[in-house]
Every structure is written in structure tokens, then in C-alpha cells.
């Protein structure tokens, strides 16, 4: 201890010291952790009503911004690999246009199996005609020839065998045309089968090449070629083979509170903004409301954002904007409130 000055006791004078020193490092360490206090602007924007709105009554809602036709998820009614994919997102297509093609070989060789059985059944048709025609021309002569027999006169000028030969004869004629007749029946009935296999497999081929409903936007484009494709897929939470939509307009789906709700003035036009950049106002005609209060879908992902309400979807028309709206988009918007509702 000769380090420590004389008659120092650590217990009444180095303590407190030491424990004086920790303070201060706390202080100095709590100092230096705390967050910066300065006021800064936002990093986005928050959305705010501007022109007649900004001083009446109004009502905020949140929305999507979607095709006019909703989106259309394009699945596929036969099952098979992929061998075309003929669109790419952002392709604008009309209805009946081809979007992607599913292998058909099988089915091919189906068409060709029943195109044969075709030309089989045409040739024993054209077979049983020809006997039908033969049994015909030899039943009329063993007719003529019995009938000649009969009107002879003189019973004796033919014997009783000849009659009963010709009488066999005619008899056998008939009964060779009936079997040609059901001959070709038959062959008729199997002709009408196969037309139906080459029909019902040439309409399957033609369900290979999956087409556009309407005419609109290809918005996205979830497969490749030599990908198996399901019946099952595109629905449910798996994606969308093919999604499209019309988008000339667009539409924006916006989430109105339900107790804001009766507040709302159908009919009116909206302010609508994306998110984010709320100097950039648009005007959006009504188009409808929803008949049904639905519960809120999530939007912001917050943690602190409530799910547990009901709102009305209300439908807007977006103006032309070059691009400043797009499918998926989230946006601002304000509605005018009724003038006889409640502040």
C-alpha cells in the first residue's frame, strides 16, 4: 500500500471515489446512446386534401389500385408440360389470343387413332354398299324370274323345282340385301363414333392452347416452358399461371372504414394520391360501391395496423396519368362526406 498516501483508508475515501467515477461513466455512456432529437422532414409524405376538400368534410380511405376488369388469373383446363409461352408481362393482347401452349402429343396421336378408325369405317360402309347393291340387283332378277314362272299358263310348261329354286333364289337375295343394310348400319354407327373421338380430341387440342379471355394487359407471367402444369394450379394462395386484367382504365379499390361509411358521399369524385407522394393529386370518377362490408385486408404489413374491422370497398376510375398508377399500387384517397352527416 505504500502507493496510496498515508493514513488513506480505502473504505471511507476510496469508495466513494470509485463509486463517483461509475456515475460518471454511466452519464457519460447514457449521453452518448441517446437518439438524435433533431426535427427532420418525413421521409415520405403524408397525404393530405388540397383544393375544395382541404376546408369541407371529408372521409380518408386507403386503397389498390387494380384492372377495370379485376385481375384474371389464367389457369389451364388440360394438365401437361409447357412447351410455349407466348406473352410477356406488359404485352397488351386481345380476347382470343394465344398465351401459352401445353404439350398435345398424346392427344395428337389420339386424333390420328381415331381419324384411322374413320377411314375403316368409311371403307366397310362403302363395302356393305356395295353388297347392299349387289343383294338389290340379284333380288330383283330372282323376283322377275319368279314372277315370269307364275304367270306362265300351262302349269306344265315348268316343273315344280324350277318355281321352288326361283322362290329360294328371291329369298335369298332379300335376305343377303337385309345383311348388307345391317352391315352398313353397323358401320355407319362405328363411322359416327369415330367422327365423335377426332371431334372431342381435336376440341381437346384445341383447349391445349390456352387463349385470353379478354382484351387487356398481361400483368404477370409465372411459368416457363417445360414446366408441368396442374389443373389444380393457379388458385388459392399458389400463383396465378398467367395474371391479366384490363387496364385502359384502371380502377382503385378504396377501404372505407365501417363506421366512416354512412359519412360517404356516393356519387362524388375522389382525391386520390399514391402513397407516398400526396402533391400528386388526381381527380377519380365514382364507379360503384360494393354491396357487401367486408373485412379489412392488411396493407401497410404495420404491426400496429388493425384487422380486426369491416369496411366498405368503394370503386373509382383512375384519369390517364402516364404511368403514375400502376396494378398493385397502394394510394390515398379523400371523399367528400354527405352534407347532412355528423362532424
Known amino acids: 500500500m505504500a502507493l496510496l498516501p498515508e493514513g488513506f483508508s480505502f473504505s471511507r475515501k476510496g469508495l466513494p471515489i470509485i463509486a463517483i467515477a461509475g456515475l460518471v461513466a454511466a452519464a457519460l455512456f447514457i449521453w452518448a446512446g441517446m437518439p438524435d432529437r433533431k426535427l427532420e422532414e418525413p421521409d415520405r409524405e403524408p397525404p393530405r386534401a388540397t383544393g375544395a376538400l382541404a376546408n369541407e368534410a371529408r372521409v380518408a380511405g386507403a386503397g389498390v389500385v387494380e384492372p377495370s376488369s379485376e385481375t384474371i388469373e389464367i389457369g389451364t383446363a388440360i394438365p401437361g408440360l409447357v412447351t410455349q409461352v407466348l406473352v410477356k408481362p406488359g404485352d397488351y393482347v386481345t380476347r382470343g389470343q394465344p398465351l401459352f401452349i401445353v404439350d398435345t402429343r398424346a392427344i ?6 381415331a381419324q384411322s378408325q374413320v377411314g375403316e369405317a368409311q371403307a366397310a360402309i362403302a363395302e356393305a354398299e356395295a353388297g347392299i347393291a349387289e343383294a338389290r340387283a340379284a333380288e330383283a332378277t330372282a323376283a322377275r324370274q319368279l314372277d315370269l314362272y307364275r304367270n306362265i299358263g300351262d302349269p306344265a310348261a315348268v316343273s315344280r323345282s324350277e318355281v321352288i329354286r326361283a322362290e329360294g333364289d328371291a329369298s335369298a337375295a332379300r335376305e343377303r340385301r337385309q345383311l348388307a343394310q345391317a352391315r352398313a348400319s353397323a358401320a355407319r354407327a362405328r363411322l359416327q363414333s369415330a367422327q365423335a373421338l377426332v371431334s372431342s380430341a381435336r376440341t381437346e387440342r384445341e383447349r391445349a392452347t390456352v387463349r385470353a379471355p379478354i382484351s387487356g394487359e398481361i400483368l404477370a407471367v409465372n411459368i416457363r416452358p417445360g414446366e408441368y402444369l396442374s389443373t389444380q394450379g393457379g388458385g388459392g394462395n399458389a400463383e396465378a399461371f398467367i395474371a391479366m386484367g384490363e ?31 400526396a402533391g400528386r393529386q388526381v381527380k377519380a370518377t365514382f364507379v360503384r360501391a360494393e354491396p357487401q362490408v367486408v373485412p379489412k385486408r392488411s396493407l401497410t404489413n404495420s404491426a400496429s395496423e388493425r384487422v380486426d374491422v369491416r369496411v366498405l370497398q368503394v370503386i373509382y376510375e383512375l384519369p390517364q396519368t402516364d404511368g403514375l398508377f400502376r396494378v398493385g399500387q397502394q394510394v390515398d384517397a379523400f371523399i367528400p362526406a354527405r352534407k347532412d352527416s355528423a362532424e
Open 247 to 277: 387496364t385502359r382504365p384502371l380502377h382503385i379499390r378504396i377501404d372505407i372504414d365501417e363506421e366512416q361509411a354512412p359519412r360517404v358521399a356516393l356519387g362524388e369524385p375522389a382525391l386520390v394520391s399514391p402513397r407516398g407522394a
Open 108 to 113: 395428337d396421336s389420339r386424333v390420328r387413332e
